[in-house]
C-alpha cells in the first residue's frame, strides 16, 4: 500500500507527539517541545513528513541540514502499519528533498538500546560509522535538553 505523504507543520505538532508517544522505543528530550518544533520547522521547511494510510496518521519523520550535511530524526511508523514501505517512503522522501538542496551526505543517531531500529538503518545500506565518536555539552538546561 501505498501511504500519502503529508509536510508536516506546526499545526501537527499534537498529531506527532501523539504518535511518537505510541512508538515504542522513542524518547523525548526537552528539544521535543512545541517552541523547538516550530523553530526546527522554519529552519527545516518542508523537510519533515506525516504519512497516512487510508486517512490515518501512521509514520513521521523529520529532517534538516546544517548547509553541508542532512539530518534524521523521529523516523517512526506505528506497529500496526510496519513492513509495508512507510519508513522507506518517508525517508526516500527527505533524502529527495535534501538532494534537490545540494545535500548529499545524511547521518541519524541510532540509541545503542534500539538494536531494531540499527538494523532498519543497515538494511537500507546506513554505515555504522565506527570512526568517530560524537562529544555533547550542554550549556544550559538539565539532563532532558
Ligand atoms: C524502524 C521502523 C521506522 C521501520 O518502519 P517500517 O515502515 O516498518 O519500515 P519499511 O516497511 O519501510 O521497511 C523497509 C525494509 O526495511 C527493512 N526493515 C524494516 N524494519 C526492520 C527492522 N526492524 N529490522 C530489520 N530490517 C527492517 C526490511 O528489509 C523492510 O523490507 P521488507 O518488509 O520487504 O522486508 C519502525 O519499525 C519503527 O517505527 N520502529 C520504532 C522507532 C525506531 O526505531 N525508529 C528508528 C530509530 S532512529
New binding site residues.
Partial sequence: MTPTLRTMSLDDYDALIDLLRR????TFRDADSREATGRYLARNPDLSFL?YCEGAL??C?MSGHDGRRGY????????A???????????DRCLSELERLGIQKCH????RG?P?????????GWQLRTDIHRYSLTRHGGADA
Fill in positions: 512508538t515504542p522505543g522513542v504519512a501512521a509514520g519523520v534524521l530524526q523521529h523516523l517512526a511508523v506505528l506497529p502499519f510496519r513492513r509495508r514501505g512507510i519508513a522507506n517512503a518517508l525517508v541519524i543517531d541510532v540509541l534500539n531494531s531500529g540499527a538494523a532498519y538503518w543497515e538494511s537500507q
